[in-house]
């Protein structure tokens, strides 16, 4: 295996880049304040030099003028004559040879450079005296006037480079310290959603993860969490009570057939082909719940292809196969199509027309209408109808009223079950809806999204 090099905390990740990022920028700041500084000390330097030279240069009556008057910060002054005489000088260059041999020309009369020698650096301003000045003084012969003062100690050592780079050193680790605090702050509502979901577990999904306040990133995750763990009880819940009454359901059958096979031993005299065809019949009746159960566990992963589907010409294919039968009569002002797996619409379609017939006295009236921007079939029966507080149970797997039981003993009560599982994965439901004779089963499906 490979060494980590990066640390694996997002936190931890997160400072170091923020830290190398903010050590360059500063970086490049620290450059930047330490060129100004350079720049503006040596400007302020060369610029007092310029006006002591200037300054005596003015005051200069006679061909051997008086010693200057200096500052603080321009000690050394000399008048130097072509020769490289000194002619005269300060109190602070008296005795000293010429400061510089740099002897500016006439088209640029002050120069500046920064002169070393002997371990000693000098800024200094050679000024090369005019030439009316110089023909009223010296008869037109070239004297040069030199003002120096020693190199500052922030240019002459390294001390403001150190002091820059301490600044950015600490500019860095105070960046990197507030951005740890920060990313801390920030993912501390993940570290307890974390903490929370590790405590959840199959048989207890009643907890949920704390939900901060606000509306950013980490809240809309917290509510997404918890809404999916809420899905994700209720269908624990829903698998729950649908094994219970799959163990259930299965248990009678099974128990049925064992029954008349055990018979068939036992009581050899008895008619053996007779009891055979019993049990061939509990093996099929057990054999068509299974399907269907199977039917409604892959419904509920939602529908496999999907497809336009008219949802009038399917109620009119689905009517004309319920011949033989009460009739059925199918309205529909226009053709509505919804997007949805034809093959599971269609059997919702025949489901709903089977149960009405078999309720109906004199027929069953099959609508299809456009409501709030849906597309709804009613299935309409003049039967006994079916009472307020049964209207959700119904929908429940192996839930069968009375009535349903004397008109169909060998039904599962999983058909309408199978139902609204096809119309909940449509996203549309399936409900029964207050009729003043009968029942009326309502399917709403959303529209499909116009083309173009």
Sequence with gaps: MRPRLAPSSIRARFTLAMTGVSLLVYAVIGVGVDTAVHNRIERDAFRDTQR?????????????????????????????????????????????????????????????????????????????????EAAQLWGGQTHIVYAAMPR????????????????????????????????????RPVEAMRAQIAEITISDLSLRVPQPSGDDEIARLARTANQTLARLQDAMERQRRFGSMVSHELRRPLTGLRTQLEEVLLFPEA???????????????????????????????????????????????????????PPVQVSADEELTVTGNRVQLAGVLANLLVNAQRHTRTGVQVT?????????????????????????????????????????????????????????????????????????????????????
């Design 152 to 187: 500052p100690v922030l240019l002459a050592t390294h001390r403001l480079e150190a002091l820059v780079a301490v600044c950015v050193l600490v500019a860095a680790l105070l960046t990197a310290w507030v951005t740890w605090s920060l990313v801390g702050r920030t993912l």
């Design 52 to 132: 002591a030279a200037t300054e005596w240069i003015g005051s200069m009556r006679s061909p051997t003028p008086p010693q200057p008057i200096t500052s603080a910060r321009v000690p050394y002054l000399q008048l130097v004559d072509a020769n490289g005489s000194v002619v005269s000088a300060s109190r602070a260059a008296s005795g000293l040879p010429a400061l510089s041999t740099l002897r500016p020309p006439d088209d640029d009369r002050i120069q500046s450079v920064v002169q070393c020698a002997n371990g000693r650096c000098l800024m200094l301003t050679a000024s090369r005296v005019s030439p009316q």
């Design 271 to 325: 008619d053996a082909r007779r009891g055979v065809r019993d049990a061939l019949a509990t093996a099929e009746r057990l054999q068509a719940i299974i399907e269907e159960m199977l039917m409604l566990a892959r419904i509920s992963t939602g529908p496999r292809a999907v497809e336009p589907v008219g949802l009038a010409a399917l109620a009119r294919e689905e009517a004309a196969r319920r011949g033989g039968g």
């Design 368 to 452: 299809v209408r456009r409501a709030d921007g849906d597309a709804t079939v009613a299935v309409q029966d003049d039967g006994d109808g079916i009472a307020p507080g049964d209207r959700e149970r119904i929908f429940e797997p192996f839930t069968r009223l009375t009535e349903g039981r004397r008109r169909e003993p060998g039904g599962s009560g999983l058909g309408l079950a199978i139902c609204r599982a096809v119309a909940e994965t449509h996203n549309g439901t399936l409900y029964v809806e207050d009729s003043p004779r009968g029942a009326r089963f309502v399917l709403r499906l959303p529209l499909a999204a116009p083309h173009g």
